[in-house]
């Protein structure tokens, strides 16, 4: 009955879940942890740099069981350049910092750059 499944964090997941769901947790973590650098004010406000420190340790724990299922060139490089591109654009919104139409035109080409890694990662 549990064949088809697996532990991470204790919990029993289906093999069938999509191990992207967890990729993409990975890097909402990521993104959680870089979006309050700013507001631990260099870890001198207990409570962001408390929830900074926690995202980031459950984000690279979530990478490195993926680094058990899928190929780390494709876990990287989604993580890195989807975090990027979600920082960039958070950033903009929640701290006012203003994105040029080069950097618009950068990040899309990040978005782009990561979707090929992933579509073409079984073709030789």
Known sequence: MYSQCFYIGGFLIDKKM????????AI?????????LPTSQNFTKLLPSIVLLISYGISFYLLAFLSQKLPLAIIYASWAG????????????FY?????WQTII?????????????????VE
């Not at 999509?18 to 947790?25: D, E, H, K, R, V």
């Open 82 to 93: 989807l975090g990027v591109f979600s920082v960039a654009l958070l950033s903009s919104i």
């Open 18 to 25: 999509n191990l992207y769901i967890i990729l993409f947790a």
């Open 28 to 36: 909402a973590f990521e993104v959680l942890g870089t979006m309050l």
């Open 106 to 122: 950068g990040l899309f080409l990040i978005v782009i750059g990561v979707t090929m890694v992933n579509i073409y990662k079984g």
């Open 96 to 100: 006012k910092q203003t994105l040029n």
